[in-house]
């Protein structure tokens, strides 16, 4: 297939569409495990406060108090961390029917297939997402080992359960601005896609058909 | 294949639709300031827990852990700002996109259809139910409420996340001199600000829907232009539970701000404290319960693109 290099966008060339990439792939299987994930967890983070609230009412055990301080959190910030994930995948999913459906239109036009190469902004969004996941993750995990710690009465546990709880929170909230950041990457790849298929498809009728 | 365009329709791009997005690089740039200021309230934050540890003074602690707090979703807001600049750019290169199939559709498709045309009425596409009709869909009421309430919620969202900074920093400022006040106006500020939360991703909900619906008008627009049978998507499921999800985290957004208003009038220390252990994760119930709504819209709108692309082929193969 011989191709004029275009100076605008950085395309691949091909005679069929190139149908969506792996983690475009990825993301139209995981947006909806994610999503289960998060509305179970949400509830269990709320039910657990509930019940925190319930012993400190009652003037009941600092050390459960210390643990559910921990444990609450913990599944909270499961239901944000999968939360954010369903939505990248979500924006990943998007990105893929442009994808699959830019090739597929040119593909039936009988036009050379021009696909958009990933963008460095595309690049950063699956970056900064993964980096997002793991912080949260990373703290959602040191939540319940310190959650563990306190319950089982390892020495200095309790003395350190609001010090941590502090940090951890810290922590999760760099988790949160990333993913925020990712996610506006993610879309703003959308934007630019879009802008990509107007420009293309008003190409079209002036190219030869294959 | 034929170059007849015969059929005449609207071509005419609107104004910017293909030119580079300065929406786009404003959302983004709101996106990478909130980021810089969150990395300032977690070296706050980071403060905070060390002064804790090495049993410094509590005041200096609540000081710390209030205004980083009101910094932080300060933030975390005017990311989510940003990303409604996004998706209005989105919106826009939807109609770019719109106007480039128009002017295409016309030149690429087969003078003389292939095949019987669909029958009016309702049909099962291989993306869910759907319809044809011979007329472009008017907006469902979503679309027009999302019309309506994108821009006020967005701006109550700002509205509430700035003065609940300010006021952060007035009870931050307060922690020493008048503690009593400082706890009443901790509560405002957390019922405020995520009020504005709620209301942020309310107002990215809303324009979701209007995407959602400028792929819908769009789409029938098309169809209708060329003298086509117009074939629609009916609303899938998942765009049924999106607004379902998204009232009901707005109004648990809105419940945590009256009861955090109640908050701020007590003056029982266990009270508050039993109060604020619940109230915190409420608030993030509802947060959790919009955004899910968000994956469920952005999901609606690749189910929408893939239905498109189906029929934007089934119009270039069969001219009809």
Known sequence: MTSTPRSDFAVEHSDRSLGPNLPQRIGRFLWSPMLAMALMAFPLGFILSVIRAGIIGNGGDPQAVAALGHFGPAAMFAGFAAVFAAIAFAIARILGAFRAGGGAVQEASGRTVQTLRMLPIAKAFLGLMAMAMMILVGAVIAHVVIGLGILDGTPGALDSAESSAIQLEAIRRIGVILYLLSIALGLASIAEVLRFQAIRLRELPSEAAR | ?320
């Open chain 2, 1 to 320: 294949m034929t170059t007849s365009s015969h059929k005449l329709v609207n071509t005419t791009a609107r104004p910017g639709a293909t030119a580079p997005g300065t929406l786009r690089m404003a959302g983004l740039g709101l996106a990478a300031f909130a980021t810089g200021a969150a990395m300032i309230a977690f070296a706050g934050a980071w403060s905070a827990a060390q002064l804790v540890g090495e049993g410094g003074s509590g005041a200096d602690v609540t000081t710390l852990a209030i205004w980083t707090f009101g910094l932080t979703t300060l933030a975390f807001g005017t990311a989510k700002l940003g990303i409604a600049s996004i998706l209005l750019a989105i919106r826009r290169r939807v109609l770019g996109r719109v106007d480039s199939i128009k002017f295409a559709l016309p030149h690429l498709m087969p003078q003389d259809p292939a095949g019987p045309r669909r029958a009016l009425g309702e049909y099962d596409s291989a993306f869910g139910p759907a319809v044809a009709t011979d007329r472009a869909p008017a907006p469902l009421p979503i679309h027009r409420l999302a019309g309506l309430m994108w821009l006020p919620m967005l701006a109550m969202a700002a509205m509430a996340l700035f003065g609940g900074f300010i006021l952060a920093l007035v009870a931050a400022a307060n922690v020493a001199t008048d503690p009593t006040l400082a706890v009443s106006q901790r509560a405002w500020v957390q019922g405020l600000q995520f009020l504005g939360e709620g209301f942020a991703l309310a107002g990215i909900s809303f324009l979701l829907a209007r995407i959602l619906s400028t792929l819908r008008s769009g789409g029938g627009e098309v169809q209708e232009g060329l003298g086509l049978t117009v074939e629609t998507l009916r609303m899938p499921v998942t765009a049924k539970i999106f607004v379902v999800l998204m009232m009901a985290g707005l109004m648990v957004e809105v419940v945590q701000f009256i009861a955090y208003a109640v908050v701020a009038g007590m003056t029982d220390p266990t009270q508050i404290a039993v109060a604020s252990t619940w109230l915190g994760p409420l608030r993030e119930f509802g947060l959790g319960l919009l955004l899910a709504g968000i994956v469920l819209a952005l999901v609606t709108i690749a189910r929408a693109l893939d239905f498109q692309t189906a029929r934007i082929v089934q119009i270039i193969t069969r001219g009809q």
